[in-house]
């Protein structure tokens, strides 16, 4: 059987500086850049992957949506997340205050797409001794919205290219779920 093709496009949401662009770069260039550059508006990048799910390989292009991390929630930012298939959603292990805001990310792209998976990522382990919060907490918040969760780090790469595959699967089995084409 051939391999299905899937484009998906898929948002990363959080404050500013929490990593976002960084994690983008790490997945698709596998590249690390620590100078800071604030995105404006909003940054698409590709990347393709081959996945296999319920016996079938599926060669899935990410378009993968850097969203400005301004806490913002008008209708620009709305618009963004309009046709999304799924969501990281990211806060900064050294920053607090990141964490204590994914629950409105949560529920403002939940209002747009109130099925599409999303997943949670506390960036920035790699910080050990600048860690504010961790698995924990993260986890805890994780389990209110039933969510998955991954503690990344751009730097080092940890847990980046498994945070995206395992959200394409997800992607690829709600789409077989509601009985998706082969052409995404």
């Known amino acids: 059987m051939p391999a299905k093709k899937l484009m998906k496009k898929i948002c990363l949401l959080g404050d500013g500086a929490v990593g976002k662009t960084s994690l983008i770069r790490k997945f698709v260039f596998d590249s690390f ?6 995105t404006f508006g ?3 990048s590709k990347k393709d992957v081959t996945l296999f799910r319920h016996g079938q390989e599926f060669n899935m292009t990410f378009l993968i949506w850097d969203i400005l991390g301004q806490r913002v929630h008008n209708a620009i930012h709305s618009a963004y997340y309009q046709g999304a298939s799924g969501a990281f959603i990211v806060c900064d292990t050294t920053r607090r205050e990141t964490l204590e ?14 099925n599409a998976p999303v997943v949670l990522l506390g960036n920035k ?4 001794d600048e860690m504010q919060f961790g698995e924990d ?22 847990h980046v290219e498994e945070s995206f595959l395992e959200l394409g699967n997800e992607v690829i089995d709600i789409h077989l779920n509601k009985g998706g084409d082969s052409n995404g």
């Not at 850049?33 to 604030?38: A, L």
């Not at 382990?125 to 050990?128: F, H, I, P, Q, R």
């Open 33 to 38: 850049d620590d100078k800071y550059i604030m």
């Open 42 to 44: 909003t940054k698409v």
């Open 101 to 114: 805001h994914l629950e409105e990310w949560i529920d403002v792209f939940r209002a747009v797409n109130k």
């Open 125 to 128: 382990s790699d910080l050990l």
């Open 137 to 158: 907490e993260l986890g805890a918040l994780a389990a209110k919205y039933s969510l998955k969760f991954h503690l990344t780090s751009a730097k080092t790469g940890a």
